[in-house]
């Protein structure tokens, strides 16, 4: 009878705990936002963080990034069919096999480098069609990512088209760029492996060349008219702690994953790792975009008086 009584107890006693927590996560919650909002008030920092979630949102980044992934991903492939020319040609100068220039360029993983070995001996006979072939459909892949980029710069800043663009050259602009990032990669792998002073100071003016690198890139991005080339810093900055971790990732996890898939599903799970791999820089991309439209419109805004800001918009002169 006892124990009965006891349960009867506790049936009753249930919702009312469950009305209780409920209770308290409704006082926290509440406390919760009166706090963010004086916060909001108060510093900064914190309004320059929100306004930066907002925009984010605003312009779907994500939706944003996970299409430019795929236009690089679609860039990568006539990419790699010039990979497989030039390295085909390097393997008949330097008298090695495929196979080894291709993991000695220090860009590579072993699946990638053998895949690109057997396409090389499969394209010795059709070599100077398919480096035609290649470069064309780079452009016109590149000219996608490129307008991808455009528009995403545009509405992250708020700003109307400009003028058209030669997409020719800022497709080539941006293969130049890719293949300046990659280079720097490949000359850091080369160069490390010494005395730990001599890696640490190749592994520090590697950073500053990516830095650079992404001002440059970023700079190249619409924006509204007026504003220094100095506005891009923050979201340069961004995308080198991002292609620090990034290359982080790679060595630690991204090229044990390339290799097993490869291995387990073929081309298509290593299809998956690689654009799970590019999703994550497109985001980092679009998000250091974003970064420094918030920054700039928030020091526009302090200039002007003004307390809250538009997303989006350009405050008034």
Same mark, same amino acid.
């Given at each position: 009878?006892?124990?009965?009584?006891?349960?009867?107890?506790?049936?009753?006693?249930?919702?009312?705990? @469950?009305?209780?927590?409920?209770?308290?996560?409704?006082?926290?919650?509440?406390? $919760?936002?009166?706090?963010?909002?004086?916060?909001?008030?108060?510093?900064?920092?914190?309004?320059?963080?929100?306004?930066? =979630?907002?925009?984010?949102?605003?312009?779907?980044?994500?939706?944003? !990034?996970? $299409? @430019?992934?795929?236009?690089?991903?679609?860039?990568?492939?006539?990419?790699?069919?010039?990979?497989?020319?030039? @390295?085909?040609?390097?393997?008949?100068?330097?008298?090695?096999?495929?196979?080894?220039?291709?993991? /000695?360029?220090?860009?590579?993983?072993?699946?990638?480098?053998?895949?690109?070995? /057997?396409?090389?001996?499969?394209?010795?006979?059709?070599?100077? =069609?398919?480096?035609?072939?290649?470069?064309?459909?780079? @452009?016109?892949?590149?000219?996608?990512?490129?307008?991808?980029?455009?528009?995403?710069?545009?509405?992250a800043w708020g700003v109307t088209p400009a003028t058209p663009v030669n997409n020719v050259a800022a497709s080539l602009w941006l293969a130049g760029f890719v293949i300046a990032m990659l280079t720097v990669v490949s000359l850091t792998n080369r160069l490390q492996g010494g005395p730990w002073i001599v890696d640490a100071l190749v592994y520090v003016a590697a950073v500053?060349?990516?830095?650079?690198?992404?001002?440059?890139?970023?700079?190249?991005?619409?924006? %509204?008219? $007026?504003? %220094?080339?100095?506005?891009?810093? %923050?979201? !340069?900055?961004?995308?080198?702690?991002?292609?620090?971790?990034?290359?982080?990732?790679?060595?630690? =996890?991204?090229?044990?994953?390339?290799?097993?898939?490869?291995?387990? =599903?073929?081309?298509?799970?290593?299809?998956?790792?690689?654009?799970?791999?590019?999703?994550?820089?497109?985001?980092?991309?679009?998000?250091?975009?974003?970064?420094?439209?918030?920054?700039?419109?928030?020091?526009?805004?302090? $200039?002007?008086?003004?307390?809250?800001?538009?997303?989006?918009?350009?405050?008034?002169?």
């Open positions: 009878m006892a124990d009965s009584s006891a349960s009867n107890d506790a049936e009753e006693t249930a919702p009312g705990r @469950i009305e209780r927590l409920k209770d308290r996560y409704a006082t926290a919650k509440t406390h $919760g936002l009166e706090r963010f909002e004086t916060e909001r008030e108060r510093r900064a920092s914190v309004r320059m963080a929100y306004d930066f =979630y907002l925009r984010d949102q605003a312009f779907a980044g994500s939706l944003l !990034a996970g $299409g @430019i992934s795929v236009k690089i991903f679609l860039w990568f492939l006539p990419f790699s069919l010039s990979v497989v020319v030039v @390295i085909g040609a390097l393997s008949d100068w330097l008298a090695q096999p495929p196979e080894e220039v291709a993991e /000695q360029s220090g860009l590579m993983v072993a699946a990638l480098a053998e895949m690109v070995a /057997q396409a090389v001996v499969a394209s010795e006979r059709a070599r100077l =069609y398919l480096a035609v072939v290649g470069i064309v459909l780079l @452009i016109w892949a590149g000219m996608g990512v490129v307008r991808a980029l455009r528009l995403t710069s545009r509405l500053f060349v990516v830095a650079a690198l992404h001002v440059v890139f970023l700079n190249a991005l619409p924006r %509204p008219d $007026g504003t %220094p080339w100095t506005v891009v810093i %923050p979201g !340069a900055l961004l995308m080198t702690v991002a292609w620090l971790l990034i290359r982080l990732a790679t060595v630690v =996890y991204f090229t044990w994953r390339l290799d097993r898939a490869s291995a387990l =599903y073929g081309g298509l799970g290593m299809a998956a790792v690689f654009l799970a791999w590019l999703y994550i820089i497109s985001r980092c991309l679009v998000a250091s975009i974003s970064l420094n439209a918030t920054i700039w419109q928030h020091d526009e805004a302090v $200039g002007s008086g003004l307390r809250e800001l538009t997303i989006g918009s350009r405050p008034e002169s």
